[in-house]
């Protein structure tokens, strides 16, 4: 008998899913290589045959000179068809993206995207560590070489989030030049955003008002158009691997750091002030790309199809939470790293689309590295400067601030042992009451257990703070709540037993299932019993009532039990 | 189940890492005092209490967690596992003990016991009362054939039970031989005194 800690068991892994053999290139920085890389062969007749130049500037920041940038954009859009390669260093990859590019138009010739987790290092050392720096410098001399095979005669890098964030940015910088003769340009994160928005939105039949949101590693970019240009953009300082290194840093994540990586999350978008809530969504990134072929390879959707449903992702996060990143690998062709990040990438996702009010989304693989050769095309060499690219005006909308997960860690621990109960047993009422609703509703059995982990996680928390707590109100609430768990718990166990009889049920002989079924029976009599017991109690349960007693009871100052705990 | 130990020694005015530290070694003592079950294998309500103990030591960590050495952490994924493994262990025994209520004849004194213990409550028994009368119902009885395939399924879950007491064990024993106890001690050791701020 399995007893799933996981709260998303409805998504279950179908049976006959082979493994896909992981084709891992080995770079010679040792890391591996995702399964990205696609390859059209060019035609060497459609391209000049002028030596590759490298281009870019290292400080995007100089003020345009308007006169010249419209003059440029002019003269990118009489140009011809040129061969380039736009290389982007990112949080968690790093990618390239080879084509043949017109103003409006790019025929990709091939790409390729490494993982190397630059944001890890990041959010570890400040820096980017010397393993990072040479996994970055390996595979873009390995990026110049595909360039130059394909006769780019350009070759533009930009660097994202985990660069900007990193203490060392400038010498890591100065070592990739110097290493391997490319200039890379650290980008800020509302140009990212303007570049996302043309790489992702090139091509594709669109509304003329859409959104783009493209979740990174160490950021993510969200962008509204209207009538097709961009009216309001943000960058946000969370991503995928953020949110892995913050909360969900167990393999699989737990439940108790999903829930707070849900709250975290919930709690940043409500600070974010989009004006208007776009008609419709495109996702880029690498974590979008993967969710869509897992969805794919799992729930046999429809295989040409670039759409994702808030199903489809809940299906897909339903995976992530129950397998560890290494079976994630091995059932769906990921790399491992690539897949300890993906159930942030989900989360984002779906918080987003709730925040969003989007049911279903549409996954492109264009994003930055798109961004920067149309870009390009469109503006020449002052590409970056371009009004349409460095976006600085009031379009750009307010970042929330981040918690600061260390100086609340140094601010809590001089915190008495009385103001840190007085802060934590409300937020755990809280969380615990917040499941009454969806568990009167009976739409999933799992609410019961999620409901019935946050009585226990309430419990422990009380037991734990019950010194700092004035005796009579904490009883009360304490009964009340040991109450509910116990009824949860009843039907709960129930569930599990009923799941566990019934997964033997299908392995056992025709000839003793009907004891079985007899069995099932029998205890369906009896969760039906309890599941009343249950919704009679909660009917009646005084959320108010509770959070009040709990407050009442805590105190922040004044001696209370001072004894310890008894529960 | 295990009642919990008072905590002695606790200051609400001190420091929180303080008082957490006094709480998380209370409860690591707890969960040795019924390690002394862990080689018998039917020991089936004190392996129970042990995971109980677990528990409350992992939700202790958890709970602190901002206010204890980083190192802690490892031991909460340890203690999961502990909880996980005798959880199943105790699903099987719950099962196995329905099981054997479902194949009694319906006035045995067996049933009547498990009846007369289940209405003492939750301390008394593992089995609630409403689930002990739910499966000796004399309206509900097994036939012939249904008591052939619950002694089948019976015969299953004691096979399992080995298996997941095996692997409990193992894993107990690894966590002794990497000096699991003194590596959480020297840890919560560190927040022994007033921490300076």
């Not at chain 1, 007893?3 to 053999?21: C, D, L």
């Not at chain 1, 779906?350 to 095309?377: F, K, S």
Request: glycine share 4%.
């Amino acid at each position: 008998m399995t007893r799933q800690r996981n709260s998303t068991r409805r998504g279950k892994v179908p049976k006959q899913e082979q493994a896909v053999e992981l084709q891992e290139q080995t770079a010679q920085a040792g890391q591996p290589v995702e399964l990205q890389e696609s390859a059209k062969q060019p035609d060497p007749t459609a391209v000049q045959q002028e030596p590759a130049t490298q281009s870019g500037q290292q400080e995007p920041t100089t003020q345009p000179d308007p006169t010249a940038v419209q003059q440029e954009s002019e003269s990118a859009t009489e140009a011809k068809m040129m061969t380039c390669a736009a290389i982007d260093i990112g949080s968690n990859s790093t990618e390239v993206t080879i084509a043949q590019c017109t103003p409006h138009h790019l025929d990709i010739l091939q790409e390729q995207s490494r993982m190397i987790r630059l944001g890890e290092s990041v959010k570890e050392t400040g820096e980017i560590t010397p393993d990072k720096r040479d996994a970055v410098i390996a595979t873009v001399r390995q990026y110049l070489d595909m360039a130059k095979q394909n006769n780019a005669e350009r070759v533009l890098a930009v660097a994202t989030q985990a660069t900007r964030e990193a203490r060392n940015r400038d010498s890591f910088l100065e070592d990739i030049q110097r290493e391997t003769g490319q200039v890379v340009n650290l980008i800020s994160g509302n140009v990212e955003a303007a570049l996302t928005y043309h790489g992702a939105t090139c091509g594709l039949d669109i509304p003329s008002d859409v959104g783009v949101l493209d979740v990174g590693g160490n950021s993510t970019e969200l962008v509204t158009a209207h009538d097709n240009h961009i009216a309001w953009l943000v960058s946000l300082p969370i991503g995928s691997g953020w949110l892995h290194d913050n909360y969900l840093t167990s393999n699989p994540p737990k439940e108790d750091e999903i829930e707070d990586a849900q709250e975290f999350l919930h709690d940043y978008l409500q600070a974010l002030r989009v004006p208007e809530l776009p008609p419709a969504l495109i996702v880029t990134g690498s974590s979008a790309k993967e969710l869509l072929k897992i969805c794919k390879q799992a729930l046999h959707t429809e295989e040409g199809s670039s759409t994702m449903t808030r199903q489809d992702l809940v299906a897909c996060q339903g995976l992530l939470h129950s397998l560890s990143a290494q079976e994630i690998a091995q059932r769906y062709g990921q790399t491992r790293e690539r897949a300890r990040v993906l159930p942030g990438g989900a989360l984002l996702i779906l918080e987003m689309m709730n925040y969003l009010h989007q049911d279903e989304i549409r996954v492109t693989d264009r994003g930055v590295p798109e961004g920067v050769l149309l870009a390009n095309a469109r503006y020449g060499d002052k590409w970056l400067d371009h009004e349409e690219v460095k976006v600085e005006d009031e379009r750009v909308g307010q970042v929330p601030a981040l918690p600061n997960k260390e100086s609340t860690q140094v601010q809590r621990s001089g915190e008495t042992f009385a103001e840190s109960g007085h802060e934590e047993l409300p937020r755990r009422v809280k969380k615990f009451v917040e499941w009454r609703s969806k568990v009167l509703k009976h739409e999933d059995v799992e609410d019961v257990h999620k409901m019935r982990v946050a009585s226990r996680r309430l419990r422990a928390t009380m037991d734990a703070y019950e010194a700092t707590c004035k005796p009579k109100p904490f009883t009360k609430a304490y009964s009340s709540v040991k109450e509910a768990a116990d009824l949860l718990g009843r039907v709960r166990d129930a569930d599990v037993m009923l799941q566990h009889i019934q997964e033997q049920e299908e392995q056992t002989p025709t000839a003793e299932q009907a004891g079985m079924q007899w069995l099932v029976e029998r205890l369906q009599f009896y969760r039906k019993e309890q599941v009343r017991a249950l919704d009679r109690f909660l009917q009646n349960f005084d959320d108010a009532a509770l959070q009040q007693q709990v407050e009442t009871s805590s105190t922040k100052g004044v001696s209370a039990h001072g004894k310890g705990q008894t529960h | 189940m295990a009642k919990a130990r008072p905590i002695k020694g606790l200051d609400i005015q001190a420091p929180t890492s303080q008082n957490a530290g006094i709480i998380a070694r209370t409860r690591l003592e707890e969960l040795y005092e019924w390690s002394k079950y862990v080689d018998t294998p039917y020991a089936v309500r004190e392996l129970h209490n042990l995971r109980i103990t677990a528990k409350r030591l992992r939700y202790t960590l958890e709970i602190f967690e901002d206010y204890l050495p980083r190192e802690c952490k490892a031991a909460v994924d340890e203690l999961q596992q502990l909880q996980d493994e005798l959880g199943v262990l105790h699903d099987n025994d719950v099962l196995i003990a329905l099981l054997r209520l479902c194949l009694a004849n319906q006035d045995s004194p067996l049933n009547n016991k498990a009846l007369a213990v289940s209405q003492k409550g939750a301390g008394k028994s593992f089995l609630p009362q409403e689930l002990v009368e739910a499966l000796v119902d004399p309206k509900a009885t097994p036939t012939a054939e249904q008591r052939y395939g619950l002694e089948q399924f019976l015969r299953k879950q004691e096979e399992e039970r080995a298996e997941h007491y095996q692997a409990f064990r193992q894993h107990w024993y690894r966590l002794q031989e990497q000096e699991f106890r003194q590596h959480l001690v020297e840890a919560l050791d560190k927040v022994r005194e007033p921490v300076a701020v």
